[in-house]
T-cell receptor
Framework: AQTVTQSQPEMSVQEAETVTLSCTYD???????LFWYKQPPSRQMILVIR??????QNATENRFSVNFQKAAKSFSLKISDSQLGDAAMYFCAYRSLGGSARQLTFGSGTQLTVLP | NAGVTQTPKFRILKIGQSMTLQCTQDMNHNYMYWYRQDPGMGLKLIYY???????DKGEVPNGYNVSRSTTEDFPLRLELAAPSQTSVYFC????????????FGSGTQLSVL
């Protein structure tokens, strides 16, 4: 079974600065998908960014980008020009291509605080 | 557009009581999921369904039951509630492609006292 580890329970960043959230995962599969979800205080889960394992190019979405290191099984999220609205719990998630469930396997989350 | 709708948003149960958490999606998604989120933990899969009439267990199914009589609805039943079931419950749906995102409901905060 796949496991996802987020070793930083809490992080803080100054507004307009850059912060990187870490994620590592364990899998024996060669193809899979990785996701970062944001959960603000409203509890609504919001997709931030996704990465296909077969793509070497790191995904980017505006101020959000990832550093995907397949050999190291690492998938970190970089938030540039941090804004107060970025404050939330961030979850890293893994999704296998195989299996009937196609479910997401989540890490334990990183609580990000943005300081004004 | 409604997306995934969960009811209720909050509920307090006494030990041994039963209840049903409702989940409805209006996107014609085949796949539906129930997750629970404990404090300081990630979401864990309880049950899932790949289509009407088809359900299967996830990682933590004990104490729960589900049914999927229609594409739209995927209720989660708690029988004989226990304090260990105190959690936030999320329903989610998708078409089932591996690269697509899951659409989540806003969650149900359940306390069993």
């Amino acid at each position: 079974a796949q496991t996802v580890t987020q070793s930083q329970p809490e992080m803080s960043v100054q507004e307009a600065e850059t912060v990187t959230l870490s994620c590592t995962y364990d899998t024996s599969e060669s193809d899979y998908y990785l996701f970062w979800y944001k959960q603000p205080p409203s509890r609504q889960m919001i997709l931030v960014i996704r990465q296909e394992a077969y793509k070497q190019q790191n995904a980017t979405e505006n101020r959000f980008s990832v550093n995907f290191q397949k050999a190291a099984k690492s998938f970190s999220l970089k938030i540039s020009d941090s804004q107060l609205g970025d404050a939330a719990m961030y979850f890293c998630a893994y999704r296998s291509l195989g299996g009937s469930a196609r479910q997401l396997t989540f890490g334990s989350g990183t609580q990000l605080t943005v300081l004004p | 557009n409604a997306g995934v709708t969960q009811t209720p948003k909050f509920r307090i149960l006494k030990i041994g009581q039963s209840m049903t958490l409702q989940c409805t999606q209006d996107m014609n998604h085949n796949y539906m999921y129930w997750y629970r989120q404990d404090p300081g933990m990630g979401l864990k899969l309880i049950y899932y369904s790949v289509g009407a009439g088809i359900t299967d267990k996830g990682e933590v199914p004990n104490g729960y039951n589900v049914s999927r009589s229609t594409t739209e609805d995927f209720p989660l039943r708690l029988e004989l509630a226990a304090p260990s079931q105190t959690s936030v419950y999320f329903c989610a749906s998708s078409w089932g492609q591996s690269n697509e995102k899951l659409f989540f409901g806003s969650g149900t905060q359940l306390s069993v006292l």
